[in-house]
């Protein structure tokens, strides 16, 4: 005797296992591998709404991160007598990449300078930081280009959503359910 023959509980698992992997397959075969995500259907979506898909205020930031005050003391009164930001530590040098404005506590900090401007050194948790603001960018539409993943998941959705309820309808179409609705309160007294 088999385990599924003995024991109810088992059972019934194994059959939702199967069934599930029967909607699985049905749904794999009727609606996700028929998902046509074309770039014409991108640029189209992305011109009618292009000022959905938006950049907020950017920051660039360089940031030289040490664990004593005198280091970085020294490494900032180096930095006012003229030595390059970039140059002037090897270890402990971090660049930011453009990052919204309020991404983290170092870009709330670096987003107080000017562009060019370079800070006190300052503690946060356990280091010393010194920031210098080397870019801002104000809030933008994106391009294309820059949107394509948003758009191609929204793509995605739509024509998911629209095969799904095609299939729902041919399957309506050729069972004809019927629906009893008012009896469902009686299933839940």
Avoid: C
Wanted: zero cysteines; aromatic letters at 12%; glycine letters at 4%.
């Amino acid at each position: 005797m088999s385990l599924d023959e003995n024991n109810a509980e088992f059972a019934d698992l194994m059959a939702d296992y199967k069934n599930g992997i029967y909607i699985f397959k049905l749904l794999s075969d009727e609606i996700w591998s028929k998902v046509d995500i074309d770039s014409l259907k991108m640029k189209e979506l992305y011109d009618a709404n292009k000022e959905k898909y938006r950049f907020p205020e950017r920051i660039n930031y360089s940031m030289i991160m040490v664990k004593k005050d005198s280091v970085a003391n020294a490494l900032y009164n180096d930095l006012k007598s003229g030595a390059d930001f970039n140059s002037i530590v090897k270890s402990g040098l971090s660049h930011s990449g453009l990052v919204p404005v309020d991404k983290n506590e170092y870009s709330k900090r670096a987003n107080k300078l000017s562009v060019g401007e370079v800070s006190a050194p300052e503690k946060i948790n356990a280091n010393w930081i010194i920031i210098k603001l080397i870019e801002r960018e104000m809030p933008r539409t994106k391009t294309f280009e820059e949107a394509r993943a948003e758009v191609s998941g929204e793509v995605q959705e739509s024509e998911t959503k629209r095969l799904d309820e095609e299939y729902n309808g041919y399957l309506n179409s050729v069972y004809q359910p019927k629906y009893y609705f008012e009896n469902l309160k009686n299933a839940y007294k």
